[in-house]
Nanobody, 111 residues
């Protein structure tokens, strides 16, 4: 069955950087669009960034210029590089392909 496994979360001070990865198994990245979402406590899950199979990239306004999404089809992995992190970026970050979701990785921005 399809599995998405996020990694790279942790605790970082405001202004710091963190890189997330999402590795997929039993599904090919090559022809699928990839998404990152996040969910803060007591908030709805929100879309953060996406990269299409053709390489088109979009970000939600609040992370534009600070986050970078990328993909490595050969490794079946999508990445989210986050910089200039703010306390409001604190959330569980999930990757998504079609109807599939990972279990998420916690990112906490606190100093």
């Amino acid at each position: 069955q399809v599995q998405l496994v996020e990694s790279g979360g942790g605790l970082v001070q405001p202004g710091g950087s963190l890189g997330l990865s999402c590795a997929a198994s039993k599904i090919s990245f090559t022809y699928n669009d990839m998404n990152w979402y996040r969910q803060a406590p007591e908030n709805k899950r929100e879309w953060v960034a996406s990269i299409t199979h053709g390489g088109l990239i979009n970000y939600t306004d609040s992370v534009q210029g600070r986050f970078t999404i990328s993909r490595d089809n050969a490794k079946n992995t999508v990445y989210l590089q986050m910089s200039s992190l703010k306390p409001e970026d604190t959330a569980i970050y999930y990757c998504n392909i079609k109807q599939y979701w990972g279990l998420g990785t916690q990112v906490t921005v606190s100093g």
